[in-house]
């Protein structure tokens, strides 16, 4: 995603959509701007997990389906997003 907050942070815009075509996926060793490389499973059309492997510490914004949260990524140490039923 190019879109960043007010402060200048990256924003992580997980599955803005997925293909009706795709009911499940997986795809590793997506780089996101910030020195993010992303990590998705769908299934059914819908996220399920995403991690996240920054090459920097930092703080970013994850947006999942329009639901925002605040993370905080270690360099080098992955860390798991599990969205919540109905997010």
């Known amino acids: 995603s190019h879109r ?3 402060e200048g942070g990256y924003i992580l815009d997980l ?5 009706a075509a795709w009911p ?9 701007r910030g020195g ?3 990590g998705l499973t769908c299934r ?7 991690q996240l492997l920054s090459d920097r510490d930092g ?7 329009g639901h925002q949260q605040q993370v905080t990524l270690v360099k080098g140490i ?3 997003i599990t969205p919540k039923p109905g997010g």
């Open 15 to 19: 599955i803005p959509a997925l293909p």
């Open 36 to 38: 993010v490389t992303v």
């Open 78 to 80: 992955p860390m798991i």
């Open 4 to 6: 960043r907050t007010p």
């Open 59 to 65: 703080a970013f914004t994850v947006s999942i389906k």
């Open 44 to 50: 059914d059309g819908k996220l399920t997990e995403a």
């Open 24 to 32: 499940a996926l997986r795809a590793t060793g997506l780089r996101a």
